[in-house]
């Protein structure tokens, strides 16, 4: 069991802060790191999966349930590292038990918190969630960590024939802080028609519809490298644009099918052109393989997990 000391005081100063991601920073290739006490989950559970299948998560502003998972998929929960169609680019080391043993992980943060802690965005509560993780895998798992930048394939986002096919951002009425939690992520209780400010994307069966207000293209390459058919790679920023752009992009997905979380077209049958396709026909934008400097974690120490 985990004891949390000061996570009232480390949500406070978040919020007053206009909730800005406090106690963390994003390095190259999106790796999660936390800059100053972790906060922690009120109580945790650790147990040897008994499934063997499978288990949808669970977020809640309360509780955080991962069922079914390896201490690998733990690491990258914590540190937010993209699966890298499973060739453990990205965190090295450790012993082979790490990719064979599954546990069942239940975690739950006080009550008494939860209506602060759902006042942040989507983004904001999932960096908290893996920052508590971080505690969880040092306090019970005993892991000990470092960093180094390797050589590794990514993708480059740069301009495609004929420029852009951007429309600048019209500047839409201030949102209050902590208001709008669509920002760079899925949020399937919203629509197209009500987003405010940064990137929604709708599945309906293969087919995949992204529409962004207001939103950079840092943005876009960031959900770009959170999206299973890029593969986990890093991708970076290199069309020099530094704007804020409205824009709707359609595709039809390769290699994830995921039920429908909002219609947005009658036609059942996939219509879009694949991702890497669609870019540039209706974005003027390209997604180009190079090589590059990508942050890698190396584990130095990890044992099982303690008894709860």
């Known amino acids: 069991m985990i004891k949390s000391v000061a996570w009232g005081n480390f949500l406070q100063k978040m919020l007053c802060l206009g909730c800005l991601a406090l106690g963390a920073s994003r390095l190259q290739a999106q790796v999660l790191h936390a800059t100053g006490p972790l906060p922690s989950f009120d109580v945790a559970t650790i147990k040897p999966s008994t499934e063997g299948k499978s288990v949808p998560s669970i977020a809640t502003p309360t509780e955080s349930r991962t069922m079914n998972v390896t201490a690998r998929n733990l690491i990258e929960q914590a540190y937010q590292i993209p699966w890298t169609s499973g060739l453990n680019e990205r965190v090295l080391g450790g012993p082979s038990w790490i990719d064979n043993d599954h546990y069942d992980v239940e975690a739950r943060i006080d009550e008494s918190m939860a209506a602060t802690f759902s006042t942040l965005s989507h983004d904001q509560q999932k960096e908290q969630t893996s920052l508590m993780m971080q505690a969880l895998l040092a306090e019970r798992f005993k892991l000990k960590v470092h960093f180094e930048t390797r050589q590794l394939p990514i993708y480059a986002l740069v301009l495609a024939k004929g420029g852009p096919k951007l429309a600048v951002a019209k500047e839409s009425p201030s949102v209050a802080e902590g208001d709008d939690r669509q920002r760079g992520g ?31 293209l840092d943005q876009l390459v960031h959900w770009l490298a959170g999206y299973s058919e890029i593969g986990g790679r890093t991708v970076v920023n290199q069309t020099g644009l530094t704007g804020t752009y409205d824009f709707t992009l359609r595709w039809s997905r390769e290699r994830l099918t995921m039920p429908a979380q909002q219609s947005f077209t009658s036609n059942p049958e996939p219509e879009a052109p694949a991702l890497f396709t669609s870019l540039p026909e209706q974005l003027g934008l390209r997604l180009i393989s190079t090589k590059g ?9 990890i044992e099982r997990p303690s008894e709860n």
């Open 293 to 301: 400097p990508v942050e890698v974690l190396v584990i130095d120490h």
């Open 186 to 216: 899925v949020v399937p209780s919203l629509s197209a028609a009500n987003l405010r400010k940064g990137v929604l994307v709708l599945y309906q069966g293969q087919e995949a519809e992204m529409t962004a207000r207001e939103a950079t």
